[in-house]
């Protein structure tokens, strides 16, 4: 830290509540409520009470109506007294600080109290019947103007930043107008922002005052510096002095204004030359600043709630939409308008990784993905900002499309976000002097001399979210986690239901199979001892037997298959490296005695090692290879190649024929069970056979797929993970 920026934090922490002094147009006197003595009082006390005062003393005999009403006020929790003396055309107000009562004169108003009521009471009128903020600024300003007899009256707002926006005036143009212009946030410290927080009201009469010290009775309260934060004759700070000169005022008075509790901005009048405002007028232009701050209250509200209206009905659409629709994810994005209309976005991107939906103006997806990783380190659950780039540097690059963003997070295990953006707002700010020029001199900081007019183009920002905003984002999010947590419910409820289902048709399954096992292999003995007794039977009888006898021997293999195929479902894993090599040698030789003399060109690959139930892939090997000769048996000669290679988290194999083929239209039923792409009379079979070999493939957790052409062949692939791979996307 340089020297100029120790000056300005001196500056900043200057124990201005504890002067030391008054202001010169007044006086001051601290009374020890135990006996009522004076133990503090402004030097200039007794020749502006116009009665002679010491300090351990008692206040003189003519002010015993101001004791009694002391005395009395001090038995109640009222913070203050004001008190009124026409005989010594005195004004007296008192309040405790520090277990003492400081009690502060100034001199009676010449204005009737009866004229000030009745401008008042117009006023009042007057600001009730304003339709919005703007104007209601402005009444308040030409009031103000008029009832003080400043030559300049202004209202000054604070920003989130804490610097000042002059958005109302009135005045009789003896000094220049600062309608419209910012003031940084240095020109008035933190500490002066709390003293206008809890003392709202503050005049000085004449900026050339000479401060009037304040006496104490010993060394004991010398040492302990009187807090006077609630005084109204508190000695300013210097360097407020000398802005005030700088500015070319003689004399300033300010009213705060409170909404909802909170510094909300100033009521800033100026005179050109020293100006005293009575204390009666300087009541009723802190009524009106009350009055103002109720009003803005309440118009803010009154906007809040119409907006809040507005976008809890945007909420519903979208709702209704999620509702009607089985996704929706798909179904909140449908309608990219209402969407964006949620929270007034230019784009909004509902990021869940690569199914990221995007909704007009976003940025890249690589740029999405940093943001996201940058979101996900937060603890919040909602994040609104309108300066991105001033928390997240690389939004910089992208600042055109979103220098603002209100997100929303929708899973706390996944980095899953709903994101709205907002464009960078270039705009030109026109401040009152640099706001970034300090004036150092002789090692002390200065205030600023320059007040003219100078801009300053603002980037990297957009326009600001609202409070209406950010809760319509919230209730979304609610209604989305809801809405996901039921679907959820449901999918739970319903898979529960699917594995009842298959274990009770795998019992069925099992059930019958077994016992239509017997009945079938009796028919086909019965039919063949028939043969065997009844020799004189005829030729058309014989034939009908072995019709009998084969139609029981088909459905007895049927019985085998479904048999198989359901108890595959209650199979276990049995999970190690298997040599296919072996297995394919195994399967072709099993069958080579349905090869008959038929010419089959055989093209086997060495095949990569698997990880797997040996069992079980031995029968997928086995039926692809069988279904390979049997559709290749219209060709002479058949084709048939086994191949295999390995990836990076698998293994692929494929079994590839030029045998009568299929058509791809009909993909989807190949491996459905009891599904035949061929006729049956031209080709055995149960229809089983590949709904068995998907199901083994699916338990490895591995895919398979076909490719095939009518006449032209067929290939037919499946990939299995490597060990410890459970992802089922490979193919």
């Keep these: 830290m340089n020297s100029t920026d120790d000056d300005l934090a001196a500056c900043a922490r200057e124990p201005i509540h504890v002067p030391g002094a008054i202001q010169p147009h007044g006086a001051l006197i601290v009374l020890d409520p135990d006996g009522w003595n004076i133990v503090r009082m402004s030097a200039n006390s007794g020749d502006f009470l116009g009665c002679e005062l010491s300090l351990g003393g008692r206040l003189p005999a003519h002010m015993n109506d101001l004791q009694q009403h002391l005395r009395a006020w001090h ?78 009256a202004l209202i000054y707002r604070f920003d989130p930043e804490w610097n000042g926006h002059v958005v109302a005036e009135a005045g009789n143009e003896m000094l220049p107008s600062y309608l419209g212009l910012r003031f940084p946030s240095s020109d008035i410290p933190a500490q002066a922002r709390a003293l206008y927080a809890s003392n709202r009201l503050r005049i000085i009469p004449d900026a050339s005052y000479t401060p009037v010290p304040i006496l104490a009775a010993d060394d004991a309260l010398d040492a302990e510096r009187l807090d006077m934060s609630f005084a109204q004759l ?84 979208l ?42 103006l976003c940025p890249s997806a690589v740029e999405l993905k940093g943001l996201v990783e940058w979101l996900s380190q937060k603890s919040r659950d909602v994040v609104a900002t309108n300066q991105l780039a001033s928390e997240y540097v690389a939004a910089e690059a992208f600042a055109e499309t979103a220098s603002g963003i209100l997100a929303i997070r929708l899973s706390t295990l996944r980095p899953d976000w709903l994101i709205w953006f907002r464009p960078e707002l270039v705009r030109t700010v026109k401040w009152g002097g640099n706001p970034h020029k300090s004036v150092q001199e002789s090692g002390r900081i200065h205030p600023r001399r320059s007040f003219d007019a100078w801009r300053e183009q603002v980037r990297l920002q957009s326009s600001a979210w609202d409070e209406a905003e950010i809760e319509a984002a919230k209730n979304l999010r609610q209604a989305i986690v809801g809405i996901v947590l039921r679907k959820a419910e449901e999918l739970a409820e319903l898979s529960g239901e699917l594995q009842r289902s298959n274990k009770e048709l795998e019992a069925f399954s099992y059930s019958v199979s077994h016992d239509l096992r017997a009945p079938f292999r009796h028919i086909v003995g019965f039919a063949q001892l028939l043969r065997e007794r009844e020799t004189s039977l005829d030729d058309k009888s014989r034939h009908y037997l072995q019709t009998i006898s084969d139609a029981a021997v088909s459905a007895g293999r049927l019985v085998d298959d479904l048999l198989n195929f359901s108890q595959l479902g209650r199979a276990p894993i049995m999970s190690k490296p298997v040599d296919m090599n072996k297995l394919v040698a195994e399967v ?66 494929s079994v590839c024929d030029n045998g009568v083929g299929f058509d791809m239209a009909y993909v989807g039923k190949l491996f459905g069970v009891f599904q035949r792409l061929q006729r049956a009379e031209d080709f055995d079979g149960t229809g089983i056979g590949l709904a068995f070999v998907r199901r083994i493939i699916e338990k490895h957790s591995g895919s398979i797929t076909a490719e095939g052409e009518v006449d032209k062949g067929a290939r037919f692939t499946f990939v299995l993970p490597s060990q410890g791979r459970k992802v089922r996307t490979l193919a």
């Design 75 to 152: 038995a109640t929790p009222e913070f203050s007294l004001q008190y009124s003396c026409s005989t010594t055309k005195h004004i007296y107000t008192a309040h405790r600080a520090q277990q003492m009562v400081i009690v502060e004169a100034e001199a009676l108003g010449d204005k009737p109290l009866d004229e000030v009521f009745s401008a008042l009471r117009s006023f009042t009128r007057r600001l009730a019947s304003e339709s919005d903020i703007t104007q209601s600024l402005n009444a308040v300003a030409q009031f103000v103007y008029e009832i003080t007899g400043f030559d300049r």
């Design 234 to 317: 508190r000695s300013v700070s210097p360097v407020h002095l000398e802005y005030m000169r700088n500015m070319g005022t003689g004399s300033s008075m300010s009213v705060s204004i409170l909404v909802e509790g909170q510094l909300w901005g100033l009521i800033s009048c100026h005179g050109v030359g020293a100006h005293n405002v009575p204390q009666a007028i300087r009541e009723t232009c802190d009524m009106v600043a009350q009055s103002l701050a109720m009003r803005i209250e309440a118009l803010d509200r009154a906007k809040i709630v119409a907006r809040r209206l507005k976008l809890g009905q945007v909420t519903s659409a």
């Design 319 to 360: 709702l209704r939409q999620m509702a009607e629709g089985a996704d929706w994810s798909s179904d909140l994005v449908r309608d990219e308008q209402l969407l964006l209309s949620q929270v007034n976005a230019g784009g909004a991107v509902l990021y869940a990784g690569e199914a990221s939906q995007l909704v007009g």
């Design 588 to 653: 072709m030789k099993s069958i080579q005695m349905d090869f008959g003399d038929r010419s089959i060109e055989w093209s086997v690959e060495s095949l990569p090692q698997a990880w797997g139930d040996a069992t079980l892939l031995r029968q997928v090997w086995y039926n692809l290879i069988e279904n390979a000769v049997k559709y290749t048996r219209p060709r002479s000669p058949a084709r048939i190649s086994i191949s295999g290679e390995t990836e990076e988290h698998a293994t692929r194999y």
